[in-house]
């Protein structure tokens, strides 16, 4: 890991650890090393990263990455990960096989006629240090991840496991405890990790399961590729679809072929 980036501020890129997580000593490598400690065919259950008490001007650094949509990119073996969402209003709550190729720190949720709604971005409040910058919005921190690692074994022709697929869960949790023993079920938003006072105290945890595949390693860049490019597309045609949709508008009169056409080369020459 090394960079944060946002669609939203293109022209602004950010170190990942220029942000108050858990930070590893030495560091000087071109990709980031981690905390987190993955050690082939260990299964992990709410290992506890670090934990830490936020202050009011931390909390407000935060909210200001969550409203900007920065989003986080981890490699594991110098794979990229591909991310498992989950539903928008509950983060423990899964989208089925939907994958991206990265994560953003957090979400926010905007109180509307007593209900609540996933904010994906907002650009109101001020650049102060208050602990809170919009007190009709509440922030809440991606805090536990579930790194689902996809291995391939074959003793007739090597010894041992190789990587082949990289998946991360990302949630929310106000963790709890019992015996000891730290809680990382998810349980929705009244019960995720929120960051909004000063003094905010976040436990940073993870989960590691480890999953035969049948993928080689030859082929093992093939998923990811696949869901780039089927993003890529996704990101075509809605891009074709609103400046369809703007055309229309501004003519009140339905695209002829032609129209569409030159639409069409248009938006993929772009």
């Known amino acids: 890991m090394k960079k944060i980036t946002s669609a939203k501020t293109q022209k602004r890129v950010l ?32 290992k506890v990263l670090c934990t830490k008490a936020y202050s009011a001007h931390e909390v407000n650094m935060f909210q200001e990455i969550i409203k900007d949509e920065y989003s986080v990119n981890w490699v594991l073996d110098m794979l990229p990960q591909l991310v498992q969402f989950h539903d928008e209003t509950g983060p423990g709550k899964a989208m089925g096989a939907a994958y991206k190729k990265s994560f953003p720190l957090g979400y926010g949720l905007q109180a509307s006629h007593g209900s609540s709604m996933k904010m994906k971005g907002d650009d109101s409040g001020d650049d102060s240090d208050s602990a809170n910058t919009d007190s009709s919005t509440m922030y809440y921190l991606y805090n536990h991840f579930k790194f689902k690692i996809h291995v391939h074994k074959n003793p007739s022709l090597f010894e041992g496991s190789r990587v082949v697929g990289f998946i991360v869960e990302p949630y929310s949790i106000k963790h709890t405890s019992s015996n000891g023993q730290l809680d990382c079920t998810p349980k929705g938003d009244d019960a995720s990790q929120s960051i909004m006072g000063n003094q905010e105290i976040v436990a940073w945890t993870y989960d590691v399961e480890w999953i035969e595949s049948d993928v080689t390693w030859a082929s093992r860049w093939d998923n ?13 045609l809605t891009q074709k679809a609103t400046s369809e949709n703007q055309l229309v508008h501004e003519s009140n009169q339905p695209l002829d072929s032609a129209q569409l056409e030159q639409q069409d080369l248009r938006v993929l020459g772009t």
């Open 15 to 46: 170190h990942y650890y220029s942000l108050p997580v858990c930070e590893p000593e030495n560091r000087h490598t071109r990709i980031e090393k981690s905390l987190y400690d993955l050690r082939m065919d260990v299964a992990e259950y709410c």
């Open 224 to 236: 990811f590729l696949s869901v780039t490019n089927e993003l890529k597309q996704q990101s075509t």
